[in-house]
């Protein structure tokens, strides 16, 4: 297991022990309405990168609300290891770090709907509500080539070594015909040759409330997420995958509304509020 996964796991513990310490106490004196939506707001750290999400629920009875989210993941490979050649970065400041063996640079959208479900609400004051959620939709993997500064070719003059390098996919290193890895390209490199990859997913989660005021939302949320694709991802050179999971630690943050209401209205409410 590794570390950003006992992180999640940890602090999944340590959110529902919380919960539970603060399951009884005063009663809440504010009550939420009987319907109402939220625009919600939240950033991530999976165990296979990092990303953010924005959701727009709208309260169906009272344990239940319907989601509609969208969000965006950087996606890496747990196998990822960052090196430098360290011959050539004493010839020249701008050697920077590389992944050895990355194909692709994957960044992750995802649409998707589902329900929100209250198992325990915020009866006392300063107490937890615990919620269950399952969202369903639509995954597109957007693959960027790695390109990679290499040694193409070398000539010696007075004793000493020239070496003559240009851009190359990471399947050229195992080509022949070029020598070594210098460092990476820019990431413009291969900006032209993008790929989508579309797929499904399905992601699982209990989310934590801790908002003291009844209209807003401040939650840790814990879950996983599997990702299934049409054609198959690669982030590491030679290693495809049609499958994709990952568990992830999400903060999210805000704001319940009555949806009868208009706009100019609510946010008078809120500036009087403040």
Not at 26 to 41: G, T
Not at 99 to 116: C, E, L, M, P, W
Request: with cysteine; net charge positive; glycine share 6%.
């Amino acid at each position: 297991m590794t570390l950003v996964r006992r992180i999640i796991v940890l602090l999944f513990f340590v959110v529902c022990i919380d919960a539970l310490v603060h399951a009884q106490g005063e009663f809440a004196e504010d009550r939420e309405l009987s319907r109402y939506n939220v625009n919600q707001f939240g950033a991530k750290v999976n165990t296979n990168g990092f990303g953010v999400v924005y959701t727009f629920a709208q309260r169906v009875n009272y344990k239940l609300r319907r989601n509609y989210e969208v969000e965006y993941d950087y996606v890496r490979s747990l196998k990822e290891a960052k090196m430098i050649n360290t011959y050539f970065a004493s010839y020249s400041s701008n050697i920077k770090r590389f992944v050895f063996g990355k194909d692709n640079s994957v960044h992750n959208i995802r649409a998707g709907y589902g329900y929100n479900w209250m198992l325990f609400d915020k009866r006392d004051k300063n107490s937890v509500s615990i919620h269950l959620q399952a969202n369903v939709g639509f995954s597109f993997a957007f693959e960027k080539p790695m390109y990679y500064e290499m040694v193409d070719s070398v000539t010696v003059y007075n004793n000493m070594a020239n070496y003559h390098y240009s851009q190359h996919r990471f399947e050229d290193y195992y080509s022949g015909s070029v020598f070594d890895i210098i460092t990476k390209a820019p990431y413009s490199a291969g900006i032209k040759e993008i790929k989508v990859r579309p797929g499904n997913y399905i992601k699982l989660d209990f989310s934590f409330d801790f908002a003291q005021n009844a209209m807003t939302v401040s939650a840790i949320e814990v879950g996983g997420i599997v990702d299934f694709y049409y054609w198959p991802v690669t982030i590491m050179y030679n290693q495809p995958h049609n499958f994709m999971w990952s568990l992830y630690i999400a903060y999210q943050f805000g704001r319940k509304y009555n949806p009868n209401l208009n706009r100019e209205y609510r946010r008078d409410q809120r500036k009087l509020q403040k």
